[in-house]
């Protein structure tokens, strides 16, 4: 079965662009988070979606954004992008974002110049 | 607030045993995750404990105690490829039951 599946894998912007990053959650799993990890550093939570809604936001600006789709796959939106916007951006997906463990995709580093 | 806390680096020895500490201060507490994290990788789970005892897992074991906000991962038998960051995380009520992730700890393993 194929796990949590994002892309790009790497991607390059220069300050105030935007970029999206898309995430397909693993089979039958409704629920899906993004979190950003700064180098160094764990990663911190920034969505959660489930059945198309917003479950939880972490403390990013509104820049920040992000939707789910009829299919369980998400985008995260970043706007007016800044130098400390680089990060590796992992999604993870749970069955229906409760009580089970989250399982992580493998991330999209993303550069910002 | 949410905070935790581990150690930033550990060094041991292949086929040792090592313990990796972690402290948490958090409301809404709902379970602590440990992730293992080898470079440029994404995390992958190692256990989860959400009543205080430990819970074995072949060569990994974790430790909770929820009154004194502390937990640990035990690695037994260490081989190199345990050389890796080890990430504790707390299930809050508050995120909506997803994480707050410690820095980590990067562990090396050494022949």
């Known amino acids: 079965d194929a796990g949590v599946t994002q892309s790009p894998t790497h991607l390059i912007k220069t300050r105030g662009q935007h970029v999206t990053l898309r995430c397909s959650p693993i089979s039958g799993h409704k629920s899906v988070s993004w979190y950003q990890q700064v180098l160094g550093q764990g990663p911190q939570f920034i969505f959660q979606y489930y059945e198309k809604e917003e479950r939880g936001r972490g403390n990013f600006p509104d820049r920040f954004s992000a939707r789910q789709f009829p299919n369980y796959s998400s985008e995260l939106n970043v706007n007016a992008l800044l130098l400390g916007d680089s990060a590796l951006y992992l999604c993870?997906?749970?069955?229906?974002?409760?009580?089970?463990?989250?399982?992580f995709g493998p991330g999209t580093r993303l550069l910002v110049l | 607030g949410q905070n935790i806390d581990q150690p930033t680096e550990m060094t041991a020895t292949e086929g040792a045993i090592v313990q990796i500490n972690c402290t948490y201060q958090t409301s809404g507490f709902n379970g602590l995750f440990w992730y293992q994290q080898h470079a440029g990788e994404a995390p992958t789970f190692l256990s989860y404990n959400v009543l205080d005892g430990l819970e074995e897992k072949g060569r990994f074991s974790s430790f909770l105690s929820r009154s004194k906000g502390y937990s640990y991962l035990l690695l037994k038998e260490l081989q190199m490829k345990d050389s890796a960051s080890y990430l504790c995380a707390v299930r809050s009520h508050n995120y909506g039951q997803n994480f707050v992730f410690g820095p980590g700890t990067r562990l090396s393993v050494l022949p």
């Open positions: 993870a997906s749970s069955l229906r974002g409760n009580q089970e463990t989250q399982y």
